[in-house]
């Protein structure tokens, strides 16, 4: 497709985004922005309608899954202003999915460029503010060498892909339900699990999509022992205990959330890491056995794309056990939920530095 056939679609298009519909789909934008690497050397990002990349049949990508990818938003404010949320955080993430698959990381600045680029040249596709959607950045690294023997390339391509998006999960803030699986393994402990890469997602889908058959997501346990909660599907997992007077004098309740090599450190979970300790919650990262559940009076699925999704309950088949944490979202998480979601719009002073307000030029 041609530039000015691609503009016109999207001028269509345009007309017909129902913001508030929208939910985690692919909305064609008007650019995606680009930078390619040869021989250690990035070029400059630049913006095209072309939404297609010509690739060589025998890429790394292809042949031997080098990719990596990060998922980031931008925010229309209660105030108009567009924010976008630490995107620093995804541009680190992605240098160590990069070293971890042996590409060439992207400079920082270079990714900043990139996703302010691809900002501006896509603004129309903002949401606006009280729609509860949001623009979606989702930066590409890619091996584009071609090679048959088994092996890292040496070049490689930037790819930024915007899109508004709603909701992750349908509904404003709701429930879902999670089923384990002993018989899929998302990542090894020492595999690829704490990068940000298509492969984690493939080797997923064959317990992801046994889960949603049955109307579940899954839950992931850690692939050693099968015993340890290591991920919600694509989010980290989040409880919430109550501390006895025996345990702690000092705190009501803590926050607990996985200590795992094979997870993804997720930006979201550290951000509400922070929210959780400045309200006097006891934040605890470690192993955490699946039997647990039963202690925890919430429990929440987070990331980027879901923020937090509270789980109502966790199943696990082959043990016959339920875990229930009842159909409405907790007052804990419900908080810190708000509080996340107050900072992103602009609604609450962001004294941590978490979000950059984008000017922009016409
Ligand atoms: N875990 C996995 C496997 C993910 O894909 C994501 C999403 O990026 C997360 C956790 C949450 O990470 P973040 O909060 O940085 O989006
Ligand atoms: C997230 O952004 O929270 C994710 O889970 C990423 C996923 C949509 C690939």
């Not at 404003?172 to 595999?191: E, L, M, Q, W």
């Not at 929210?275 to 006097?280: D, I, S, V």
């Not at 987070?302 to 199943?315: E, L």
Request: glycine share 8%.
């Amino acid at each position: 497709m041609n530039d000015a056939m691609s503009a016109s679609l999207n001028d269509e298009m345009m007309k017909n985004i129902d913001w508030s519909k929208l939910g985690f789909h692919y909305t064609e934008p008007d650019y995606i922005v680009r930078a390619a690497c040869h021989e250690g050397v990035w070029e400059e990002p630049y913006a095209t309608q072309d939404k297609y990349l010509h690739l060589h049949v025998s890429a790394t990508c292809l042949q031997y899954g080098q990719e990596a990818f990060e998922g980031l938003k931008a925010f229309r404010g209660v105030d108009g202003k567009i924010r976008l949320f630490r995107w620093r955080e995804n541009a680190r993430r992605m240098a160590k999915s990069a070293e971890g698959l042996y590409m060439r990381p992207v400079p920082e600045e270079l990714f900043g460029r990139a996703i302010r680029l691809a900002l501006e040249k896509n603004i129309d596709f903002v949401p606006p503010y009280g729609t509860g959607a949001t623009l979606y950045f989702r930066p590409l690294l890619i091996g584009t060498t071609p090679r048959l023997g088994v092996g890292p390339g040496r070049d490689f391509e930037f790819v930024v892909i915007p899109s508004p998006i709603g909701p992750y999960y349908p509904g404003k803030f709701h429930c879902t339900s999670f089923i384990v699986n002993r018989h899929v393994d998302r990542a090894a402990p020492f595999g690829t699990g704490q990068f940000k890469v298509g492969g984690n997602y493939a080797a997923s889908f064959r317990a992801t999509e046994a889960a949603h058959a049955q109307g579940y997501d899954c839950l992931f346990l850690d692939a050693k022992y099968h015993r340890y909660i290591d991920e919600c599907s694509a989010a980290n997992f989040i409880g919430i205990k109550e501390c006895t007077k025996e345990q702690s004098t000092m705190y009501k309740v803590e926050y607990l959330t996985p200590l795992s090599s094979a997870i993804l450190p997720s930006i979201t979970n550290d951000s509400l890491m922070t929210l959780a300790k400045e309200r006097g919650i006891k934040v605890t990262r470690r192993r955490i056995l699946l039997e647990e559940l039963s202690e925890m009076t919430e429990a929440a699925a987070c990331g980027t794309a879901c923020v937090i999704s509270p789980i109502d309950k966790v199943v696990d088949p082959e043990q016959g056990r339920t875990y229930s944490f009842g159909s409405e979202p907790g007052p804990v998480l419900s908080e810190l939920y708000h509080a996340l979601r107050d900072i992103q719009f602009g609604r609450a002073e962001d004294r941590h530095g978490w979000t950059e307000v984008i000017e922009i030029k016409n």
